[in-house]
């Protein structure tokens, strides 16, 4: 194996001895096979270890057991503890994605302070496969069915010519030692699902699935170099900057092959999705005039041209820094004011909230929404994602941009002219009270 994975990094130009690489070992087999081969392979390197503390005593221990190999054979090593849970409560995030983004923070942090220049993770064809299923499964582009790269700017995966199964029988061949994790047996993470029950029942019909994977992913990337290279071309003779403004020549487009695939992948840099493409290609074919909005941009087709300018973020947030103040909008002003709880009469209004006030911090940041905001709707018991709320609402896409939330230490407590967060709302035991009146200051509907 030792051979093979030379090989595989020479071919496809992952690293040289001269560079310093930082292993990301977890104590898990495919990280300490991948420790294995570095050793015997005479790279300069050092290992990093990531405790989250998900697991109590399990955790200490897989950071013990890393520690003392590095001792052993005088590596260098570095590991850091983390707080999952106040990042998932922070964030509304799940577990794996907080735990993603701590590590990585981290690592990026360590590469630049201990001048390495690569991040070394051991991933390998089967975590290829997993991520290619999961993107099917959820809906995914071109760039979703490549599989994992071997290497992306800092970070190289070197163990991706190597199977689960093989990378057992070297471990097992080589007498290395391991720690497993509990949690990767368990089904109820969905790549987990992939990994325990679908692979296995893809391998009843194609045994040599993860070779045949392999093969397909990298036909399908060498593809997708193809198809970018077009649309690069594309972007370069069809889209021109003016002002700030982005604009398509339409005729760029009219006769290209494939025009979805190509015109999604020529908007979605600034924020524009699949079906929003699908309706501007209709758009362009019968409704001149339109406009289509994505969370920082706004898309006008008109008859020649496709008109991509940014939304102004001039004086769009807005700070509240007592329980009295006002925050005057464009067509409507905001004004808080405290109220004893027993003098309070409640009305349904939309345009109201009424917020038990030792619930919340100031300053009170006013904002529009984004991509990502979750809060609990009022009568919910768990987050919900902000965009879902509105397609519940049935809130205009066109409307959408006009949709600001109102936030305390960053969480959402009334997404203004619609919902109050339910961790927020009035109970017997509320004392004070915190109104907010909206109030159009116009005579344009809210």
């Keep these: 194996m030792v051979e093979t994975f030379l090989n595989f990094i020479k071919n496809n130009k992952i690293l040289t001895s001269n560079h310093k690489v930082i292993l990301a ?24 270890h990531c405790n989250f503390q998900l697991r109590g005593s399990e ?16 590596i260098d090593f570095f590991t850091q503890k983390f707080n999952v849970s106040e990042l998932t409560n922070k964030k509304g995030i799940s577990v794996q994605m907080a735990a993603r983004e701590l590590r990585y923070n981290w690592f990026n942090d360590l590469l630049k302070e201990k001048q390495y220049d690569y991040l070394a993770t051991a991933h390998h064809k089967n975590d290829s496969i997993e991520t290619v299923l999961y993107n099917l499964v959820k809906g995914t582009g071109i760039a979703g069915l490549h599989g994992i790269i071997a290497k992306t700017e800092t970070i190289i995966r070197p163990m991706l010519f190597a199977s689960k199964s093989e990378i057992v029988e070297y471990a097992n061949k080589e007498n290395l030692k391991w720690r497993e994790d509990a949690s990767n047996i368990s089904s109820k993470y969905h790549r987990n699902l992939i990994r325990n029950e679908v692979i296995p029942l893809l391998k009843q019909i194609n045994p040599k699935l993860e070779d045949t994977f392999s093969s397909t992913m990298d036909r399908i990337s060498s593809v997708e170099d193809m198809f970018i290279h077009q649309v690069d071309e594309l972007k370069r003779k069809g889209i021109k900057e003016k002002e700030g403004d982005y604009w398509l020549d339409l005729n760029s487009i009219s006769n290209v092959a494939g025009k979805k695939a190509v015109l999604f992948e020529l908007i979605r840099d600034f924020g524009f999705n699949y079906p929003q493409t699908l309706g501007i290609l209709e758009a362009i074919n019968h409704q001149s005039g339109k406009v289509f909005y994505s969370q920082d941009y706004l898309l006008n087709v008109d008859r020649n041209f496709m008109i991509i300018s940014p939304i102004n973020q001039i004086e769009k947030i807005h700070e509240a820094d007592s329980f009295e103040a006002v925050i005057n909008m464009p067509d409507y002003e905001l004004n808080f004011e405290l109220i004893d709880r027993n003098k309070i009469v409640i009305d349904p209004s939309p345009d109201l909230a009424f917020i038990d006030a030792d619930k919340v911090d100031l300053p009170f940041v006013l904002r529009p929404w984004k991509h990502g905001d979750r809060f609990i709707p009022l009568g919910m018991k768990h987050q919900k994602k902000l965009s879902d709320f509105m397609i519940d609402e049935k809130i205009p896409v066109i409307l959408k941009t006009r949709i600001y939330v109102l936030t ?39």
């Design 25 to 48: 070992i977890s104590s898990g087999i495919d990280s300490m096979v991948m420790l294995d081969l570095f050793q015997k392979s005479k790279f300069s390197f050092a290992i990093a």
């Design 59 to 74: 955790s200490d221990e897989d950071e013990r057991f890393v520690k003392e190999y590095a001792s052993r054979f005088n």
């Design 408 to 446: 305390s230490n960053e969480s959402i407590f009334w997404v203004v002219g619609h919902r109050i967060d339910d961790r927020v709302k009035i109970t017997d035991k509320t004392t004070t009270v915190l109104k907010i009146t909206k109030t159009a200051t116009n005579d344009q509907p809210l």
